[in-house]
């Protein structure tokens, strides 16, 4: 059978349905929300609404419940939060943050804000998550905490972690992006460290079109990510706040819109979830007949979630590369829905190595002359070289590629035909030029 990628026909075109969580309950609270004609209700000065409207507190009080957490505390993105929670753990200006160099570049420059220079540590072989050794061997007098993210909704190694942090008094920030639903010993992803991160953007598990969480147990925190969140500068002498550290203000608040569909999506994440696992558990127990990709390990006593499904690839028993099968695959496959102009939500990689980026190579952050990096006030060394992280490299340009279709939108039948491509372009590999 001829492949596509040589003119063959594909396996399929009609395009895979578009993972739509938003219905009729969005809808009508959404309404209400017009109806009550409070759209936003935060002033930025020191009031009862302060800390925002009914909607936005409802779904802080709901979020917390739901996973098990003292405090949660709304903003209008995860990036916004990363950047509350570097600030409300007290980061100086040429203090290190050790952060990972495979995932979204919000959580390494959450660092920069604060004038900190992040330092990237290399993920862990099978689970991606940053290695605690490495993690370990990149601690200094300077580093004030580590940003730790469950990268592909994996929870990271919170023992060894955790532990490393306590030996060295940091503080360890969460990011549970792509994580929702995920645990670790029965404990929330996402609640693991001292400060966790959620997004409400409109590609994650549940969303609220842009926005995020911030969850702690943490008291003194909380309270400093809600000021941070909020032009705390405007507010801390009428408040009586004696810790002015860090305490310039910003407006990362969400609507009473988004508020009130999050709350109806928090009620949706068991069932999306479950689904998200059980097409995991069918593609990959369908790809076993293929001996070149390895399905991703899970760590003892977790849950993932599954944001994407990572999978290795093994060139040398291939006979050719990831890239050349990977294009062949992609060549079978329709676009999804709502996702046009992406392609078959299938890639090789994930995001280039974090400090192979302009930002760190040139070492250009705020202004012309090299801030925070080269600053008087910073008096440790940079290394982001190429080479720095050798699995993060390994993992991104030879071995790993990842795919979306395990969505809960995506039926069996769906996804047989991407089985189909897989094994179409597997039994006709001789015919791939080797790119």
Known sequence: ????????????????????????????????????????????????DFYGGPEVRMLEKEWAEYFGIRHAISVNSCTSGLYCAVGAVGTEPGEEIIVS??????????????????????????????????????ITSRTRGIIIVDIFG???????????????????????????????????????????????????HIHTGEGGIVVTDNDDLAERVRLIRNHAESVVAAKKEKNLVNMLGFNYRMTELEAAVGR???????????ARLENCCYIEEHLKGIP????????????????????????EIAG???????????????????????????SCGYVKPLYLQPLYQKQIAFGSKGYPFKAPFYKGKTDYRKGLCPVTERMHYKELFSHEFMLPSMSKSDIDDVISAFYKVWENRHEIKNG
């Open 292 to 315: 070149a990709i390895t399905p991703p390990a899970i760590r003892k006593n977790c849950v993932h979630s599954f944001y994407v499904h990572p999978f290795k690839f093994n060139s």
């Open 101 to 138: 160099p495979y995932t979204m570049s919000a959580s390494a420059t959450a660092a920069l804000i604060y004038n900190a220079i992040p330092v990237f540590a290399d993920i862990e072989e099978d689970y991606y998550c940053l290695e605690p050794e490495s993690v370990e061997s990149k």
């Open 264 to 274: 109806c999506q928090i009620r949706k994440l068991r069932g999306l979830l479950d």
């Open 154 to 204: 994996q929870p990271f190694n919170r023992d060894k972690i955790k532990a490393i942090a306590r030996k060295h008094g940091l503080y360890v920030i969460e990011d549970a992006a792509q994580a929702p639903g995920a645990k670790f010993a029965n404990r929330h992803a996402g609640t693991l460290g001292d400060i966790g991160v959620f997004s409400l953007n409109y590609h994650k």
């Open 320 to 346: 050719i590369s990831r890239e050349s099968y990977i294009n062949a695959v992609k060549a079978e496959l329709p676009e999804t829905e709502f996702r046009e102009n992406h392609g078959p939500l299938l």
């Open 1 to 48: 059978m001829k492949l596509a990628i040589n003119g063959g026909k594909t396996v399929r075109k009609k395009p895979f349905p578009g993972y739509r969580v938003i219905g009729k309950e969005e809808k009508k609270a959404v309404c209400r929300v017009i109806d009550s004609g409070i759209l936003s209700r935060y002033l930025g000065c020191w009031h009862d």
